[in-house]
């Protein structure tokens, strides 16, 4: 089985840098993947770290480092809009459904 | 192109009642995902087909849900009978059935299912 283990909230102000972090466990391992829910809104595709290290996307970036089965979303520049839930998720392969984090609440304030 | 839709947004039932929810997914994803997220909790998987077929169902909970997916294009999960603890958000996903190491899951909106 998989489990996968991130704070429940974070809070940050405007125009800073959060991290949120994501710890797993899993019995298979392809790669690690985040999204984004608003609240009452679809989670959206952030990004998705196969291999170790950073993607950077924009203001966003995730790492993932494979031998401590751990990986992390960054987020820059932080905006009012960026106010959502974050969930980090992993597949056991390319086709086999999402195992899902608890999701953070993150809350930009002024 | 249209992203994968739901209905409906919102379902109020008593417990006993029956509900369908309904998905359709992006034209042309043979992938169809169903999840769940109960207040609070993670979101859950439910059931994947692939085409009409399903490939994983170890996700649900009970014999009160029931999925299908005729004709491999949009899909139907039905409680029957609801309890309360069925209240939640179902999610549908979709996704190209293809090797390699990840295909995008597109989620919908969800649908938000009180049962009281």
């Known amino acids: 089985g998989q489990s996968l283990e991130q704070p429940s909230e974070v809070t940050a102000v405007e125009g800073a840098i959060v991290q949120i972090n994501c710890t797993y466990q899993?019995?298979?391992?392809?790669?690690l993947s985040w999204y984004q829910q608003h609240d009452g809104g679809a989670p959206t595709f952030l990004s998705y770290n196969a291999l170790d290290g950073l993607e950077e996307t924009g203001r966003f970036s995730s790492f993932l480092s494979r031998s401590d089965s751990y990986g992390y979303l960054l987020l820059q520049e932080l905006q009012m809009k960026d106010s959502a839930s974050y969930f980090c998720a992993a597949p056991n392969s390319g086709n086999t459904p999402l195992v899902f984090g608890k999701g953070t609440r993150l809350s930009v304030i002024a | 192109e249209a992203g994968v839709t739901q209905f409906p947004s919102h379902s109020v039932i008593e417990k006993g009642q029956t509900v369908t929810l309904r998905c359709d997914p992006i034209?042309?994803?043979?992938?169809l995902y169903w999840y769940r997220r109960v207040m609070g909790k993670e979101i859950k998987f439910l059931l994947h087909f692939v085409k009409e077929s399903k490939q994983d169902e170890s996700g649900m909970p009970n014999n009160r849900f029931l999925a299908e997916r005729t004709g491999g294009t949009y899909s139907t999960l039905k409680v029957q009978p609801a309890e309360l603890e069925d209240s939640g958000v179902y999610f549908c996903?979709?996704?190209?059935?293809?090797?390699?190491?990840?295909?995008?899951?597109?989620f919908g909106p969800g649908t938000r299912l009180t049962v009281l």
């Open positions: 034209s042309g994803h043979d992938n």
């Open positions: 899993t019995s298979g391992f392809y790669g």
């Open positions: 996903a979709s996704s190209q059935h293809r090797g390699g190491p990840y295909n995008e899951q597109f």
